[in-house]
Structures are given as C-alpha cells and as structure tokens.
C-alpha cells in the first residue's frame, strides 16, 4: 500500500467514527423521544441546525470563545426543548399523524427563520482546537479528535444517566408503561419536560461540533435528518442498542461509499439498500413489535 | 307532522339546488378569471394553483386510508422528470408525455406499494420518505440525461403561443376533471372502503376489505394525478430541477391538505388556494410567506384541528343545536 492510499483510509476512518458518533447523538435524543412520549420528532434536523448557528453568530460576530458558545447554544435549545414540549407536543399527544404536520410546522418556520436573516456563503464556526497531532506518517487535526472525544464521552454518559440515575430509571419506567409509571407517582409531564431537553441539547451539541467540522447552512438539518431516520429505522425505532449499532454501519458507509462513486449516488445507493433491508425486516434489526 | 316533512324535504332540496349553484357560479367565475386579471403575473399563479391542487387532492386521497406518504413531491417529480426527458429528447409532444408521465409514476408507485403497504403508520411515512429521497438523488445522478443538478432545460411547450390564456383553460380543464374522477372514487365503494381501513384496518380486514388491495389501489390513483401534475409542472415551467420536488415540496404539500383539513374532499382545495391567493394581498412581505402560512398552520392546528374546510359544518352544526334546544323548549 503506498503513503496515499494508508492516509485516505485512516482520514476515512476517522471520518466515519466522527459522523457515527454525531448521528448517534442525535438519534438517541429522537428514541427518548419516541419511547417516552410516542412522538416522532421530525424537526430534530432544525433543532441541530438552530444550535449550530447559535454557537456560530456567538463565536463569530459576537467574538465568544467557541467553547463558551457551544455552552450557551446548549442551554439555549434545552430552554426551547421545555418550551416545545409544553406547547407543541402536549396538545397534540396520542395522535402520530398530526405529531408529524405539526413537525412540518415548526420545520418551515425555524428553517425561513435561518434562511431569510442569514447569508447563503460558505461559512463554518471556528476550530475549537488548533493544531495537528503527527503519529508515524499520518497527521491527525487534533479538533477532530477533539469532537470524535467529545461525541463518545457524551454518549457514555447519556447510557449511564438512563441506567443509573433514579430520573433515567423513571424514564425507562415511562417508556414501558405511562399508566403504571403514573401510579407509582412519578411525574410524567417533567419526565417528558426532561427527555425534550436532554434531545435539543444532545442536537445542539452536535450542531456546533459539525459547525466547525462541516459547514453552517440553512440546509444543513434535512441532510442529517434523513441519516438520523435511516439509523432510526434500521436499528428499528426505540431501541437504543439498533441506534448504537446502525448509527456505526451508516457512519461507515457514508464515509467509505464516496471513494468509489460520486456523492449523489451514495445517497441513492444507501436509500435503496435501507428499504431493501426494511422490505424483509420491517422492524429494523433490534426493533421490536410495531405498537400502532 | 306532515307539514313538518314536508318543509324538510323542501329545505334538503333548496340545499340541493343551492350547492349546485354555488358549484355552477365557481367554475363560471374561474372561467373568467383571464379575462378580469390581465396580469401575467396573476395567471401565473392561478396556473400554479390549479397545478397544486391536483397534487395535494391526489394526496388527500392516498392519506384517506390512514397513511401518510412523505414521497409524494418525488413523485411529481417523476412526473416532470419523465414529461420533460421524453418530450426534450425524444421528441414526444407534451400532449402524449402528460399521459405517460402520469402512468410512469402510477407503475412505480404500485410496485413500491406493495411490499409497502404491510408496514404501519410511521414506519409507512418514512420509508415513502426514503424512497422519496432516493428516487430524486438517482435522477439527480443520472448526469447527461437529466442534467444533474441543474435540471432539464428548454423543454418544449403545449402551446407555441407566448400567452398564458390557453395554459389556463387547458389545466382548468385538467383539474376538474381530475377533481371530479377524485371526487367519484371518495363517494364509491373505494373510498368508503379506505375510509374504513383508516379506522381500523384490523375490522375492515375482518369483514372482508383487501387491506393490500385497498391501500394499493389509493397509492396508485395518487401517484397517477401526482405524475400528472408534474407533468403539467413540467410543460408549463420549461425547466425542471430537483430542487423544486425535495423533501421540502412534500411538506408543503401535506401543509396545503392540513390547512383545508385531512377529512373533507373540498380541504386540498381550500388550503392550497388560501396559501398560493393570500401572499398576493401583502406583495410587501413576500419573503415572509413561509412564516405566515406556517401561522395559518398553528393556528388552525390549534383552534380547528379538521381544517377551515370544517368551518361551514361547525357553524351549521351550532345552529342546528341552537334550533332543536329551542323547539324543546317551544314544545314543552
């Protein structure tokens, strides 16, 4: 193998660690979502890209620190996560069509919102870190690592609040069974309150990570939001292990495809194999039965 | 008594005669409409209008049977793709290419539905939004054909002359014809069939409706009137590109059906007209569309969750209460 060929594998490989842990993120925010309250939270894409330009009008234009930034555009979405549940989910609760329209509501007016006031130019958040790590040939920048870093630790300790905390085992307790958690006495409406901020600041932490490994756009949720879905629906939807282990499958694909086709037919490409697979397993590879 | 059901029977058929003339009065008004706005701007948009309201009444029928598909702007853009190809570089006149453009989308849709159509509520929505997703990016990719990115260009019209006159009445036709076959399947057998199967498709199974067939059969009269209308997209636009048939068309498209409201044939109708006529009474605030008719949106969702297309049924239901609680009390 030549030195070129070694360094686009490893490049790739960490490319596809970062995306994984990123998509990761963002679909175990949509499963609380889902299991706890039986919505399906079609603008989680949004909510990623308003805590992406947060952190970005805060770390440009105002001259913030990035990490400062990151911070405040994550208490910023988690406030909104509390406003979203009490005023959009609630009304709306048991009824999973107008869930989605009501998605579709909030999508068109926070993605207008963006579109209309901001500048269509390449433009990313600057680096958290700076500088190069250098092991044998390769050199690594050290901000991916930082965000790949980052990602892990955050998905460590998400499994450890679910399975070790009393708030994530009422959480569990919700998710299994609303009647019987509520006669037990625990709080459904602050445990609700409480998934919806953890999942808008879980995305807002991944927007502002990708702000500074991508680029910031307007479109920047659908794209993410639509790897989400895949993950969702191939690990099968409420099962945080499926979204665990189709988050790293479509990580890798989508960081190894583009080496050999063009970037549109990976798109394609991976659509079709996800409803090929779906076509045989309708509940994705851990899902369990569909409750309608 | 007698006297009582006979001013019944007279009222039901006032009521009758008062719908068909409302329905008459419409259609003339429509009719005249290019000959009050001699503003191509404003035929423009009332051309666009009708192209949107075969596509969301499409829609509405497949959403009749208790699906939601997220696929349906791929499939006007199936349509237009088709239209545009065959009519751009085989040299098919527009005239035969809406009919295939139209069966092209019916075919595909059919084959997907049917391994589709044993999954359940939203798992139905997003892998019709997958392979939305995925049909668009494998046109997208088809380089030279297609040309990519950009999209087709030049595409020959229906009509060699520059006015939108003929435009107009050629897809007003279009569109109450289709209205109307949309409208025989929702009061036949079918509809009533699909209605059930939204309910439950558990009972409907169980007295003997073809859960599959049904939803099979909606999926392809949708996708059949979702093709034609890209179609007409593409005849009447000259140019087709991605863009205008992503995920963000689908939206927008369940946006015109929820506004009129998902349980009334007239919804599509309503919603797609309020959100397409009203920016043109604040041209001030154009870019501002998007947020006004997701308010429109809230607030319908919030106040009427059937669509203003209820509105009429509530205020006569009201009234109606009003009057019985009035003669009991006449009575006694």
Sequence with gaps: MSDATILL????????????????LLGLGFTFLFNI???????????????????????????MNPWLAMLISVIAMGLFGIALERFVFRPFLGDINLIIVVCIGIITVLKNAVSVSQTYNVQMTPPFVQGTIKVGIVSLSRERLVIFFIGVALLILVLLFINKTKQGLQMRAVAQDKEGAILQGINVNFISALACVIACALAAVAGSLMG?????????????????????????????????????????????????????????????????????????????EVRV | MGLITATRDL???????????????LICLLAFVPLITNSPYNLHIFILTLIYIIAAASLRFIITSGQIPLAHGAFMGLGAYVSGVLSKHFGVTPWITLIVAALVAMCIGTLISFPFARLK??????????????????????????????????????????????YYYCFLALTLISLFILYRFEVSRIGWNLKAIDQSYLVAGSVGISVVKYRVLAVAVGCFFAGLAGGMYA??????????????????????????????FAGPIIGTLVLFLLPKYYSGLKQYTPFISAAILFLVLYTFRNGLASIPGLVVSFYKKRRKVKTRIDNS
Aim: one cysteine or more; aromatic letters at 12%; hydrophobic letters at 55%.
């Design chain 1, 212 to 288: 500074s490994y991508l680029t910031v756009n307007p479109y920047m949720g659908d794209d993410i939001m639509i790897k989400v879905l895949e993950i969702l629906v191939l690990g099968g939807i409420g099962s945080i292990n499926g979204v665990l282990f189709a988050g790293l499958i479509v990580g890798v694909m989508d960081a190894f495809l583009p080496i050999v086709v063009s970037g549109t037919q990976t798109q394609a490409i991976m659509m079709f194999v996800i409803v090929i697979i779906l076509l045989f397993k309708p509940q994705g590879l851990f899902g369990k």
């Design chain 2, 11 to 25: 009222m039901k058929r006032r009521k009758n005669i008062t719908q068909i003339f409302i329905f008459g009065a």
């Design chain 2, 235 to 264: 005849t009447y636009n000259v140019t087709v590109s991605p863009v205008s048939f992503d995920m963000t068309a689908t939206l927008w498209l369940i946006i015109y059906v929820t506004i009129g409201g998902m349980g009334n």
């Design chain 1, 9 to 24: 594998l490893v490049a790739s490989f960490l490319n596809a660690l970062i995306l994984s842990s990123m998509y990761i």
């Design chain 1, 37 to 63: 309250m039986g919505i399906l939270n079609f603008a989680h894409g949004v909510i990623y890209m308003i805590g992406a330009y947060i952190c970005f009008i805060l770390a440009t234009t105002v001259g």
């Design chain 2, 121 to 166: 509520a939203f798992y139905y929505s997003m892998i019709s939004l997958f392979f939305g997703v995925g049909m668009l990016q494998a046109i997208e990719s088809m380089g030279k054909l297609t040309g990519g990115i950009t999209g087709i260009t030049a595409i020959p019209t229906l009509f060699s002359s520059a006015s939108k006159v003929p």
